[in-house]
């Protein structure tokens, strides 16, 4: 049976009833059957106007062999076969185009969910991702296990350098490089160029994170503890604008199994109250008190350990480079702690002090091997769980960064009449305070007395 035409690209037939029906027409054409004049001017007025406009009108032309009109008596509508060269031409590259199409979107589907596949949670390491929407033409993706958004590259998010780079930054600063040499460091290595103004972010930001996981960390501490203090430069601006160079001090207690830094205190002094603070900060890091503790001959350590901690603590006041009790281990950890922050040349203010040392004793507690350990880290040594590992670690697990936006307050427009009236009831309030002003510089008149009263009224002789 001969299927009309316009059936063809009718929008309500299938994918299968469409591969059939081009089958049907170009492998096996059937023969046209004769209908009778009602069931033929139905097909052809549905013919005459097709819901399709990529369907052309069929010229019949009397030079054309293999077009027949379609108001002939002797055949049905007219079929596929019917039409011209060109017509057909027409429908088998229409249909080529069409079913080239099909394959190609269904080969993209098939890549699409391949990359899906292959992209895993930098967080949990999960391939449960899903598509989140785009950022500034980054696809987004959503992990299903951690329920955290990220992008499909080994980068933050909202950060265009990867995190290995960053890692890097921080132990190069942390070993005792400079942002400048870091600079040129990642010029050479990684071919790209990062301001010193950007390093020095990454490491204001990763070093309060690795602070935050450290102090949650609880080491195995002995029972000997070591305590000093030394000098270091912290500069100043005073009220005039010139920059001044002071000495603060710096408490350290360390142990002295696993040389562990417990706790370290900044202070402009040496006095007892200093003391106090930096022992009851190791005690609480170690959850528990030591049996002895060694110092050298500083008048306010006695003091204040018998203060802290009641007199449980024995006390021994020693010097470096004797044979027993000696503070060797402190005055080593001293002349690391100086040799890495010489190349500053002194610290911009206290807050920056403390948190570069806190973070220098994340690097030194965590990462720095030691020869007398069997070139193991301290916490490596106690021989527990190990929060992190690298500072790769650190900056691939930290937290989401949430960026503060700041929202200007709405004021709304005020009428000009509103604004004049304002403006008018400003102005003269503002001249009454002039007015009241000049009137409490001037002098008063003084009151007149009763004396004064009667002898105005006494008359003149």
């Known amino acids: 049976m001969a299927i009309p035409a316009y059936d063809i690209y009718r929008e309500e037939q299938g994918q299968s009833s469409l ?111 899903k598509r989140y929407g785009h950022y500034d033409s980054t696809q987004l993706w959503w992990c299903a296990d951690c329920e955290r958004k990220q992008t499909g590259k080994d980068t933050l998010f909202k950060m265009r350098f990867p995190s290995d780079q960053i890692a890097t930054a921080l132990r190069l600063y942390y070993e005792g490089f400079s942002l400048d040499i870091i600079q040129d460091e990642f010029q050479q290595q990684f071919n790209v160029h990062i301001a010193t103004s950007t390093l020095y972010e990454w490491i204001q930001e990763f070093t309060n994170e690795a602070i935050a996981k450290a102090n949650e960390f609880k080491p195995k501490i002995g029972d000997e503890w070591i305590a000093d203090e030394t000098a270091l430069v912290v500069r100043g601006k005073e009220n005039t604008g010139r920059y001044t160079h002071r000495e603060y001090y710096l408490f350290d207690i360390i142990d ?12 402009a002094t040496r006095s007892i109250a200093d003391v106090q603070v930096v022992m009851s900060e190791a005690a609480k890091r170690a959850g528990k008190i030591p049996k002895v503790i060694l110092t050298d001959r500083l008048k306010t350590y006695p003091e204040g350990i018998r203060i802290t901690f009641d007199g449980k603590v024995q006390h021994i006041q020693t010097s470096p480079f004797v044979e027993v009790d000696h503070t060797n281990l402190i005055e080593r950890f001293h002349g690391t702690l100086k040799d890495r922050f010489k190349i500053l040349r002194g610290f911009k203010s206290v807050d920056t002090a403390k948190q570069l040392l806190d973070g220098w004793l994340v690097y030194y507690n965590f990462f720095r091997k030691h020869e007398s350990l069997d070139n193991q880290s301290p916490v490596e040594h106690m021989n527990i769980g190990i929060p992190f590992t690298s500072w790769l670690d650190i900056v691939k697990n930290t937290k989401e960064r949430v960026i503060k936006l700041k929202v200007q307050p709405i004021v709304e427009p005020m009428s000009y009449r509103f604004a004049d009236v304002q403006f008018r009831r400003q102005y003269f309030r503002e001249a009454k305070q002039r007015q009241r002003a000049r009137q409490a510089k001037q002098p008063r008149p003084k009151k007149p007395n009763a004396s004064s009263i009667i002898s105005l009224r006494k008359p003149k002789p």
């Open 19 to 129: 591969f059939k029906l081009f089958v049907a027409h170009f492998e096996n054409p059937s023969k046209d059957k004769k209908t009778d004049e009602t069931t033929h001017s139905n097909r052809q007025a549905a013919y005459c106007s097709p819901p399709n406009r990529l369907i052309p009108k069929i010229q019949t032309t009397k030079s054309t062999q293999n077009t027949r009109s379609p108001t002939d008596d002797n055949h049905d509508m007219p079929t596929i076969h019917n039409y011209p060269e060109r017509e057909r031409i027409f429908y088998k590259i229409y249909i080529g185009m069409y079913f080239s199409f099909l394959y190609f979107w269904r080969g993209v589907r098939f890549a699409m969910s391949m990359n899906i596949a292959a992209i895993r949670c930098k967080y949990c390491g999960s391939t449960n991702m």
């Open 256 to 267: 002295a199994k696993s040389r562990f830094v417990l706790a370290t205190h900044l202070s």
